[in-house]
Each structure stands twice: as C-alpha cells, then as structure tokens.
C-alpha cells in the first residue's frame, strides 16, 4: 500500500468501520491534507498507557485482518 494514497485511504476507512463494528476499541476519521485518517480522542480520566496501546494493537490487528 506505501505509495498508493487511495489505497491506504480505503484500508483506513475498513479499519475504522471493522472496529467500530466489533466495539473492542473505537476510532473516528478526520481528513487531513485530503486524506483519510484515523481519529482516536481519548478522554476518559482513567485512561492509562495500556489502554492506549491496546487500541494501537486493535487498530495493527485490524489492518492485517483486512489485508488478508
């Protein structure tokens, strides 16, 4: 996918709808500079560094499970 934007813009986009749909992590989008990227806003007071990287491996898991 490196050098192919659309490409990379539309593994977001199933990314985003596949763990939005599995609720094990939520992430958003924004557009930035014209393409699609995933948006996390953490806000919860307990939220701590495992939980963070939690949603950084479902997001990792995610991607390889789409790729395949």
């Known amino acids: 996918i490196a050098g192919n934007e659309e490409a990379l813009d ?3 986009k199933k990314v985003m709808e596949r763990m ?7 992430v958003t989008s924004a557009t930035v500079a014209g393409r699609f990227v995933l948006r996390a806003c953490i806000l919860h007071y307990d ?3 495992a939980d963070i990287d939690a949603m950084l491996q479902a997001v ?7 790729m395949e």
């Open 20 to 26: 939005q749909a599995a609720g094990k992590a939520f």
């Open 10 to 12: 539309a593994l977001n």
């Open 47 to 49: 939220t701590v560094e």
């Open 60 to 66: 990792e898991d995610t991607a390889r499970q789409v």
